[in-house]
């Protein structure tokens, strides 16, 4: 039986490497992957292994370091607590994690709930030993080794696989959530008055230097009791964190018997789980859909969210665009409205509570750093535009819309929505900073002409961002149409960052000619309308109509490409 179990999960992880390995055969998937290998070495790997070097330049191979047995014997707590924590959970059904394919071939099988359990353990081997080889390489848990790390993990899920049927055991015996709750509390209570009064006996103000603390620290945990409770807890411990080699090969064997002692508990407790596992794998599969339309921003938070506004039967088909686009943030985006809402609320409420200049200045301050970085990540938090529609491509070509029209249609809802909450961030700090201390700059900041200057300055940036972000499902809709079983991992990371790299890169492009129109302007602007209420037009209108030109025309490009897409082909390149 378990060599069956070892064949289907060695041939369920090669099935998944292969299927992700073809994937690179497509440009998206292999640019990700490089991408995403270049970032994982530049910023983690390569630092994890500078970190082993020695002074000479040569490299430290993977070995235990010796280090204080107080850290295991800290862990040892942690992991105590966490064990018994377990226990207070509310859930008592006993249901486990199976996939619905497990679920359909298991449970009619002849197959006794032991050997059920077997393969849950097994077929979560790969996931434990892939856990173990990341910490290991990060350095994390580089102490332990890799197989130290790994017995660790495996007896941990086994613990809380026994701990979960235990909980559905106690239901049984009609110990229900409340009784468990009070009985895990009194039991941390109990640590928690043994913890105090072997810290309140320790004379700190005796004790001159770092390892005299070290030695008080350690002195109680060598106490028969403590000893006794932490035995459990310390050998696991000591397996992960092995103060040296000898303890990892004595550690090691232990924690791994302990692991089999507990999954002969967890199968004498002969719990039916077939049912409540069911209803958990459904749960998962509910989870799953509602965090994949979270990353693709199809996710309804509320689904009753009434419309902005009453749609007429005829009219304008951008207002139609328009109006679906606004009900899709009400319904998808509007608890970042709340958030960025609330964050306003208190610091105004902040500011009204303490009535002085400094906290005026320091929260205006604060209110127009936001005020300048929302424009950057603005039109990537409300994504409610061809974004959103793109995997429904057959729709918008069926719009009698020309594919400009539509284009700048699906871009103005983010844009009049990211520019309210811009209007608010710049007009509350300016009011702010006006109650606040008195200087040139902040006089300057209190007048009407700066929250001008900032809405011309800001929101045609904004509408740029818009038009490059929406070029990526008109340009390369392969990137943007991700299919049901979209590949996560550093693939997935390495495409983020692909994309957000084309993103600035383009963004900085199109701002040099903005930028180099504005500066003299500015020049101009401060030697011959200085004090004006002129000079904010001056100097910020040229560059403004550059931006805006530059809006147009991309909207015209992509108005364009939209019109030559292929429904069939597209629509191909969301399949798996």
Not at 510 to 518: R, T
Request: proline share 5%.
């Amino acid at each position: 039986m378990i060599g069956t179990f070892l064949t289907v999960a060695f041939l369920t992880l090669k099935n998944k490497i292969v299927q992700r390995l073809r994937r690179l055969r497509e440009p998206r998937y292999l640019i990700g992957a490089i991408a995403g290998a270049a970032y994982f070495w530049f910023m983690i790997f390569r630092r994890s292994m500078a970190g082993s070097q020695t002074s000479n330049g040569k490299l430290i191979m993977m070995k235990t370091m010796a280090i204080s047995p107080v850290v295991a014997d800290v862990a040892s707590v942690v992991l105590l607590l966490l064990m018994i924590t377990a226990w207070a959970l509310p859930a008592d059904s006993g249901g486990l994690d199976f996939t619905e394919t497990e679920i359909a071939f298991l449970f009619p099988a002849p197959l006794r709930r032991r050997d059920v359990l077997l393969y849950k353990i097994v077929r979560a081997q790969p996931q434990a030993l892939f856990s173990a080889l990341i910490m290991t390489v990060l350095g994390w848990w580089r102490n332990g080794l890799f197989l130290g790390v790994w017995a660790a993990i495996s007896v941990l899920g086994v613990y809380f696989t026994l701990v979960s049927l235990g909980r559905a055991r106690l239901r049984l015996m009609h110990i229900g959530f409340l009784a468990r709750l009070a009985g895990v509390a009194v039991i941390v209570a109990g640590f928690v008055l043994l913890a105090k009064s072997e810290i309140s006996a320790i004379n700190f103000s005796k004790l001159k230097n770092g390892p005299q603390v070290m030695n008080a620290l350690a002195a109680p945990f060598h106490r028969p009791l403590i000893r006794t409770i932490l035995f459990i807890p310390r050998l696991i411990a000591s397996a992960a964190i092995p103060p040296s080699f000898a303890m990892l090969a004595i550690s090691v064997p232990i924690v791994l018997a302990l692991g089999v002692a507990f999954f002969f508990i967890a199968a004498g407790l002969n719990v039916s789980f077939e049912e409540a596992s069911i209803a958990v794998s459904q749960k998962k599969a509910t989870r799953q859909a509602r965090q994949k339309g979270q990353r693709s921003g199809t996710f309804v938070m509320f689904r009753r969210a009434p419309a902005p506004f009453k749609l007429q039967e005829t009219g304008p088909v951008e207002t139609a665009v328009i109006w679906k686009n606004m009900i899709a943030l009400m319904r998808n985006s509007i608890a970042w409205v709340v958030v960025f809402a609330a964050i306003m609320a208190f610091m105004i409420g902040m500011a009204l509570w303490f009535h002085q200049t400094s906290v005026y200045t320091a929260l205006g301050t604060s209110l127009i750093f936001m005020a300048c970085f929302f424009p950057l990540f603005g039109p990537n938090v409300f994504s409610n535009d061809l974004r959103l529609d793109m995997p429904r491509l057959e729709v918008l070509k069926s719009y009698p819309i020309s594919g400009e029209r539509l284009i700048a249609a699906e871009i103005a809802a983010p844009l009049l929505v990211i520019s309210i909450l811009e209007m608010l961030f710049a007009t509350s700090a300016s009011i702010m900073i006006g109650m606040g201390e008195a200087t040139k700059l902040t006089k300057f900041v209190a007048t009407p002409q700066f929250i001008v200057a900032v809405l011309l300055l800001t929101l045609p940036v904004v509408a740029v961002q818009l038009v490059i972000r929406n070029a990526i499902p008109v340009l390369f809709p392969a990137w943007a149409m991700r299919s049901k079983d979209e590949p996560r991992g550093f693939v997935m990371i390495g495409q983020r960052i692909v994309t957000l790299a084309g993103n600035l890169f383009v963004l900085v492009v199109a701002l040099i000619p903005a930028a180099v129109v504005f500066l003299p302007s500015l020049w101009l602007a401060f030697q011959f309308f200085s004090g004006n209420p002129a000079f904010v037009a001056v100097a910020t209108m040229p560059a403004v109509a550059v931006l805006l030109a530059e809006v147009w025309m991309g909207i015209k490009a992509l108005g364009a490409q939209f019109e030559q897409l292929d429904i069939t082909n597209e629509s191909d390149m969301s399949a798996p």
